[in-house]
């Protein structure tokens, strides 16, 4: 039996995030919102679980997230009107949005929908810096009927343009952009074809998924992260020459818009991404901070994602960004979130004055300012000392005498000055 005194700790790959650090998490996120606001997107919130199927048939079979890493349960019906079914919990969010965009028949609308999400993302891989089993990620959609102009390179570029804003707005400066275009269903099975071929000598010599791929999915042999293989995939076709020609000028007007705009990027021809559902633009930012696991984000088109999910043709692009890692990133970078400490310590002085001192600092919080309060069985240097540890620049003393006067002593922390104040003027003098 499990000793009942050992303490229980956080599962491997998953942890807990504690202040002060959740500072530089909200950092994260309320700068995303602003941005996505700025560019017309808005909140979207799917389930945490999902059918596997809607991964299996999204993400695609061959990928590492649904072949390797995902967490499956099969749920067992429970009474007659339900039925078994293998659930998922979600490894990204993509899929899971593409499915509500089609069961809520938001194409209906003919505008674009712009969408963004928040939320922890599973996959079961083996934990590092910057790798977790339960992880965060912020991301956006852009998707739509092909009449809202949802196919369109002005999106692919808009999309990357504000990653760049979010970039700049959350403080993170060391990024750089990589970019490329995996083709469409039209020019990539020519693609795979010329990889198939150029396989068929060497693979015999690679790993077991590579083999399997090289037959099933050619593509994916690209993800491949056995270093004895990467001399021989490096040897491979690269999907440039490929393309057909609505693909190269899709591609070269993205490019020429990022130009405009005046984003740096490179293109990385060996970069397709370890997802099935992308079309055309793939891109990914990375961060030298990062050490191995070095993408701070990626994304990229899936034309064919909604008609893959049994929907209505829905064009899109969109980008999933690690909030883990743009946490790591920016601590390389030395940004730390803004204080938040108190504004006042309330220390109630003497026995009977608990009530007194939760009667001013609910009057405080309710004008919006920051308080904690002490207790009455605190004597005043502990009172003093909580306030200095916690970084809180005033201490409000209450005792009996001051209750009569209607007047509090106030200290100022940082100066040492003490001051009597009324009632009345308190938010005043702590402002
Ligand atoms: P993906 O959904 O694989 O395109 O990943 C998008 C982004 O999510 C990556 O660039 C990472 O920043 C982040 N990410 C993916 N997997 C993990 C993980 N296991 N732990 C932490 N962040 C991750």
């Not at 505008?111 to 956006?140: D, H, N, S, T």
Request: net charge neutral.
């Amino acid at each position: 039996m499990a000793d009942t005194r050992q303490p229980i700790k956080a599962v491997r790959g998953t942890r807990d995030i504690l202040p002060p650090d959740t500072s530089l998490w909200q950092h994260v996120e309320d700068s995303a919102r602003r941005v996505f606001h700025r560019y017309n997107f808005h909140e979207i919130r799917t389930p945490i679980f999902e059918a596997t199927e809607l991964f299996a048939r999204g993400v695609g079979e061959e990928t590492d997230i649904v072949g390797k890493e995902m967490f499956t349960w099969e749920d067992k019906a429970r009474a007659q009107s339900e039925r078994s079914q293998s659930l998922t919990l979600r490894p990204e969010n993509t899929a899971g949005v593409v499915r509500a965009y089609i069961e809520h028949k938001l194409g209906e609308s003919g505008m674009l929908q712009k969408l963004y999400y928040v939320g922890p993302q599973f996959r079961r891989e083996r934990p590092q810096k910057g790798r977790y089993r339960q992880f965060y990620q912020i991301g956006a959609e852009v998707l739509g009927p092909p009449s809202a102009g949802s196919e369109s390179p002005a999106r692919d570029a808009e999309v990357i343009v504000m990653l760049a804003d979010l970039l700049r707005e959350v403080g993170i400066q060391q990024w750089s952009l990589h970019l490329n275009s995996v083709g469409c269903a039209d020019c990539r099975p020519k693609y795979n074809e010329a990889l198939r071929a150029a396989l068929k000598d060497v693979v015999h010599t690679m790993c077991a998924d590579c083999r399997r791929r090289a037959v099933n999915n050619p593509l994916r042999v690209l993800d491949c992260k056995v270093p004895e293989d990467q001399p021989k995939i490096a040897a491979l076709p690269t999907i440039g020459q490929y393309l057909d020609e609505k693909c190269r000028v899709h591609f070269s007007e993205v490019k020429s818009i990022l130009d405009a705009t005046g984003i740096r990027y490179d293109v990385n021809e060996r970069m397709v991404r370890g997802i099935d559902y992308y079309t055309r633009t793939t891109f990914e930012f990375s961060h030298g901070g990062l050490g191995a696991q070095s993408a701070l984000l990626g994304g990229g088109r899936y034309d064919g994602l909604s008609e893959s999910l049994g929907g209505p043709k829905a064009p899109g692009i969109g980008f999933a960004l690690g909030l883990d890692r743009f946490v790591i990133a920016l601590e390389a970078e030395g940004v730390t979130a803004p204080a938040t400490a108190p504004r006042a310590y309330i220390a109630p002085l003497g026995a009977g004055m608990n009530p007194e001192a939760a009667k001013l600092a609910h009057e405080l919080r309710e004008q919006g300012m920051a308080v904690e309060v002490g207790d009455e069985s605190f004597r005043l240097k502990k009172s003093f000392e909580s306030a200095e540890r916690a970084g809180i620049p005033f201490v409000v003393i209450i005792g009996e005498n001051e209750v009569k006067a209607g007047a509090f002593a106030v200290k100022d922390l940082t100066s040492g000055e003490q001051v009597t104040v009324s009632r009345g003027e308190i938010v005043k003098t702590l402002s």
